[in-house]
């Protein structure tokens, strides 16, 4: 049972000490953002990669900039053979797992529905809702005790024409939180997500490229909110570290849309 955290400091509640995090896609954008702030709340983070040349360097800058222990390893979540591989490195070199952060994601533009192929919804919904899944399930598998976050998207909660396989694939992350949190909850583990808005990121601004070469104000997209500024990295990452500690601890089975009021109509 998850314990009334009242007697706790603010402080105590925020400190992740002797948590051990892996993060996928981990080496760039809001995953290395995340892995940071985990890491300075007091975590000892895996971060899961694609790119492991990034990975490393990411995980070198994070132990230099923390003091925690920062491991890098490859990963492919479209490839539940290696989502178990990087599960069983979480295990063997932090000696267990407490937080998962399913944030390795693709957003390709599908443009028209009606032109879309088959092989492409397979591989959106490959990485972005199986291999979120099966992040979950080996995660759960070795857990004792924690939390699952998982990147929805406000795609998840709209329908913008054009990028159908992204938005059906973050309706799915949202529908899995909420029957996974139901599932886990008797293992004492929560599960919840994240929704963000448009963040500056790596993947977006080459999503985006088209858009600027033919002209369109990008900038203007990304930085047209109600708060007046564009989402970065780190306004994911701050909610995340609340999702993951003891400041969230009856939160379960929730996404927290962070978007600066976007999405509110
Ligand atoms: N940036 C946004 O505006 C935004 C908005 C809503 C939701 N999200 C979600 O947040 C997550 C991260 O987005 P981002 O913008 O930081 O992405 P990004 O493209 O900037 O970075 C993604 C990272 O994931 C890695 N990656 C890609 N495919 C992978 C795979 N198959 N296995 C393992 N790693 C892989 C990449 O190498 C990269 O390091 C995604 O799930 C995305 O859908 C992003």
Redesign the pocket.
Known sequence: MIPDHSNKTLAELLDLSGRRAVV?????????QTARRLAEAGADVVI????LS??TATATDIASATGRTTVASF????DTASIVAAADVAVSRLGGIDIWVN?????PTTGPAIEATDEFIDRMLS??VR?SFAGAREAAKRMKSGVIIN?????GLSATPGISA?VMS?HAVIGMTKVLSREFAPLDIRVVAV??????????Q?QLAPLKAAGVDVGAMLTKTPLGRG?V?DD?ARAIVFLASDLAAWVNAETLVVDAGSLAR
């Open positions: 996928t896609g981990g080496a760039k954008g809001i995953g290395a899961a990669d694609l790119d990034a990975a990963i492919d979540v479209g944030n390795a994601g693709i957003y990485i972005n291999g990147l929805a998207s406000i795609a992204y973050k929704a963000p808005g448009p963040i500056d990121t790596p993947g977006v080459d989402g990295p994911i």
